[in-house]
């Protein structure tokens, strides 16, 4: 029995055109209606409920609707690739769009309390850099800042606020400080953040998302001295359970009591050539399947295993590949991820 009387797989999987597996958050410009990124309601059902989602959810939650003390500052490390852009793009639409996304949070049996009319910015600074990182903010809060030798004061930042929440939400900001060519107006930019970031966990008014490469790295190095939450994407279930609900549209829901008799056979199958930990293995096929239990070892770069996946899936679907074509007759896809 193939995996399709299990999992049916998305349009866009077998399609000729493919998946676009990078999520850029510069296509929230798009106004053709062709980018996911700006399509709220299709990103969130391409959006998989990982244990760093929950983790980010309840952390937002705990800061909007009780009085608890949390962290104003999100750090999101990670190489490129490992997901911090969608992170990113699902905290947006958290705050823009919010009846799409309570849709989406009550169908996943999640919820999240955030304030509905806070000023929300966005910033891709690779393709969007700033030698001051405060005259963007102060725009957007519909003033400017004051001309100085330094970096705009606390007090004058405050007054610019004043009883709004901000939701500062910034990628690649690691890229937008080096670029930065004057020392001096670097170290400025590097100390507002920190400004900005202390008070974050002063108060609620302003909470900070950033996805940096390095802690060890600006404003990584800076950010690391105060309180904060910190998302790695290291957990190697959920990134196989991303990938299969990216390709599959009723994975989340299909009966995985069902494979059950597929998984024993491979597992019998591979231990009379070696002898393996049959248990253990059928475990890890569980998470993968209809893959190689090695989907996503020394997983690295998301986005590409995504689109060879797809390209594996879409090979069995029109059966161009007589190997795919072999492995659809005993219910599972060779291709799998070594590293």
């Known amino acids: 029995m193939g995996y399709a009387a299990f999992l049916k797989p998305r349009q866009e999987t077998i399609s000729e055109e493919g998946i676009e597996g990078i999520i850029d958050l510069a296509n929230l410009k798009d106004e053709s209606g062709t980018k996911v990124e700006a399509r709220p309601d299709d990103f969130f059902q ?3 409920p990982t244990s760093d989602v929950k983790k980010i959810l309840n952390e937002i939650n705990i800061r909007f609707s009780s009085s608890k003390k949390s962290s104003g500052l999100f ?6 690739g490992s997901g911090k852009s969608h992170l990113l793009l699902m905290i947006y639409h958290l ?7 309570f849709q989406w949070l009550n169908e996943n049996g999640l919820s999240c309390k955030i304030p509905q009319d806070a000023v929300v910015i966005i910033n891709k600074f690779t393709d969007d ?3 001051s990182i405060w005259n963007m903010i102060f725009e957007a809060l519909g003033t400017e800042a004051k001309n100085g030798t330094t970096h705009p004061k606390l007090a004058e930042f405050e007054k610019a606020l004043g009883n709004r929440d901000i939701i500062l939400i910034f990628d690649e900001l ?4 080096k670029v930065i060519g004057d020392p001096a107006l670097q170290a400025q930019n590097i100390a507002f953040l920190q400004m900005l970031s202390e008070l974050s966990n002063r108060s609620k008014q302003v909470t900070m998302f950033a996805s940096i490469y390095s802690a060890q790295q600006e404003p990584g190095s800076t950010f690391k001295r105060v309180s904060r939450c910190v998302v790695q994407f290291d957990n190697a279930k959920d990134q196989s359970r991303i990938i299969l609900h990216r390709l599959f549209e009723n ?5 995985k009591a069902s494979i059950l008799p597929v998984l024993d056979s491979y597992v019998q199958l591979w231990n009379k050539h070696a002898p393996i930990d049959q248990e253990e293995l059928k475990a890890k096929f569980n998470d993968t399947y209809p893959f190689s239990p090695f989907l996503g070892k020394n997983f690295q770069y998301y986005d590409n295993v995504v689109r060879l996946s797809a390209m594996a899936v879409w090979l069995n679907h029109i059966n161009h590949s007589t190997a795919a074509d072999a492995n659809k007759r005993h219910g599972c896809l060779s291709f799998s991820i070594k590293g």
């Not at 750090?75 to 490129?80: D, I, Q, T």
């Not at 690691?174 to 400080?177: A, F, H, N, T």
């Open 95 to 101: 705050f823009k769009n919010h009846q799409i996304a």
């Open 129 to 131: 850099p700033h030698d």
């Open 75 to 80: 750090l999101f490390e990670g190489l490129k």
């Open 251 to 255: 994975y989340k829901k299909f009966d």
């Open 46 to 48: 391409l959006t998989y």
């Open 174 to 177: 690691e890229q937008g400080i």
